[in-house]
Every structure is written in structure tokens, then in C-alpha cells.
């Protein structure tokens, strides 16, 4: 999976922008990447991986994008890096104000600090559930209506307050596919994931009654009952770095809880 590098991840790291490291510019729901340079304008450190750091900045020439792009960097630290950057650098550019008295915050190490009240701003971590949906030796395949990820799915979704991650996934399965689970969902594996500053929680889950598949409006475009030899491959030319896709690999194999 994308988090499976050799080198450790820092965050915030102390040191100033130079040769080798890669500046990340926020533009409404875009995102470009480009080098360091001696022109280029350096803000805030994001993250360093294998040598290799990433501040908020720009520099001439930056083409903003779909966040998807950050998928397709070849080496696996930096796109990793790059995945946790985007993640602080959401937060940090969501948090410029205390929210309690409106005052600038002040990065101190990890968090957020308010200098006239002290209230203190930790980054924000989403947890959600991404379900592998199964009946009798098939899996649930879903594909996106209105997201920029067009490849292969699996029913997921944020957890609620209040909620546990099993309940989680059992609103999500009735609430996308009008399907109930049959068995409690049987836990497979997590995955930090910078793209929508989540922690996904992976499980798998039987469900009583494929028959009852109705696609909640507007969500999902597709979603079709695969056997293990009829599932999609990684979207990814790297292999399978998401989550979903080594779930999908996972049953594929047989190997799935
Ligand atoms: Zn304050």
C-alpha cells in the first residue's frame, strides 16, 4: 500500500526549503507540485521522507490539478510524502484563525496555537470505513458517479459521532446499496490516506439478501456482484496503494478475512 516505504516520515520538519525538495500549492480544490528553486517562494515545512522535504510554496510554471495526480509520482517515498503534505497543508490553510477568538495561530512543533487565548489546534484525522461487501464467493464493485476517481470501488464512507466503525459500516452498506449485513464486519487492515485526510478502516462483511441492491441516488454510478477472477486490476501503474484496491487483490487471492 502507499504507506509501505522504507523511510520514516517527518512531519513539520525544522529546516529550510533547498536543491531536491518539492513545493505544494493549494488553489480552491487543486493541487500542483513543483521543485525547489532559488526564485521559488517557500512557506510553512510539510513533510520530509528519505531525504526529500515538502513546503507550502510556488514556484513560476506550477499547474494546478486534480489531487489525483499525486497518485502517479514513480517514487514511492515521495508520493507518500506528498500524500502526507497535502493532508497538513489542507489543515494548516483550514486553520489560519482561532477558532474561539478569531487571533492568528501560531505553529508550535505538531499543532496550532493561539497567542492571545491558548487554545491549541491538533491536525484533524478523519476515520472511515471502506467495505468490502460479499455474497457467496463475490465481491461488491462499485464505481463513482461524482468523485475524480473513476476507477474501481467498494462501499465506503466517514464515521458518524457516536458511531463505532462497525456501525459505520453497516449505515454505509443500507445507505449506498440498500443492502444488509448478514454477519459483523470482519476487520482487514488501515491506511492513512492524504487525499481526503482520512484514516480508512478496511473490513469485509456478508450480506443476507444481494437481491435488494438499489445505488442510492447520485453516488454511485455502478456497482456489480465480481467472482475473485472477474475483479479489476490496481488503477495504479505502481500496483495496489490504496486501500480498496488491495482489498480487491485480497479476495482475488482468497486471502481476505
Ligand atoms: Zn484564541
Do not use: N
Not at 26 to 49: C, H, I
Not at 188 to 203: E, K, M, V
Not at 219 to 241: I, M, N, T, Y
Amino acid at each position: 500500500m502507499i504507506q509501505d516505504i522504507p523511510d520514516p516520515v517527518t512531519l513539520f520538519p525544522e529546516r529550510a526549503a533547498g536543491p531536491g525538495d518539492l513545493l505544494l500549492t493549494l488553489r480552491g480544490g487543486q493541487v500542483a507540485l513543483a521543485e525547489w528553486s532559488p526564485v521559488a517562494t517557500v512557506g510553512a515545512p510539510l513533510a520530509a521522507v528519505g531525504g526529500r522535504g515538502f513546503f507550502l510554496g510556488a514556484a513560476p510554471g506550477m499547474e494546478p490539478g486534480s489531487a489525483q495526480r499525486l497518485r502517479a509520482i514513480p517514487d514511492a517515498s515521495a508520493r507518500f510524502g506528498a500524500f502526507c503534505a497535502l493532508h497538513l497543508a489542507r489543515w494548516l490553510l483550514d486553520h489560519r484563525h482561532c477558532g474561539r477568538c478569531a487571533a492568528p495561530l501560531a505553529r508550535v512543533g505538531a499543532r496550532l496555537r493561539c497567542p492571545e487565548c491558548g487554545h491549541e489546534v491538533y491536525p484533524a484525522i478523519a476515520p472511515a470505513v471502506i467495505l468490502g461487501l460479499t455474497h457467496r464467493g463475490r465481491l461488491l464493485v462499485t464505481r463513482y458517479a461524482d468523485r475524480p476517481y473513476k476507477g474501481p470501488a467498494l462501499v465506503a464512507g466517514y464515521c458518524e459521532v457516536g458511531e463505532t466503525a462497525e456501525a459505520a459500516c453497516r449505515r454505509e452498506a443500507r445507505e449506498e446499496t440498500g443492502l444488509e449485513i448478514r454477519t459483523p464486519p470482519r476487520y482487514f487492515a488501515s491506511q492513512p490516506w492524504g487525499l481526503s485526510g482520512a484514516l480508512l478502516l478496511g473490513f469485509f462483511a456478508e450480506v443476507a439478501d444481494p437481491g435488494r441492491l438499489a445505488l442510492a441516488d447520485g453516488e454511485l454510478a455502478s456497482a456489480e456482484w465480481l467472482a475473485p477472477e472477474a475483479l479489476p486490476p490496481p488503477p495504479d501503474a505502481a500496483g495496489p496503494l490504496s486501500l480498496t484496491a488491495t482489498m480487491i487483490e485480497a479476495f482475488a487471492k482468497g486471502v481476505a478475512p
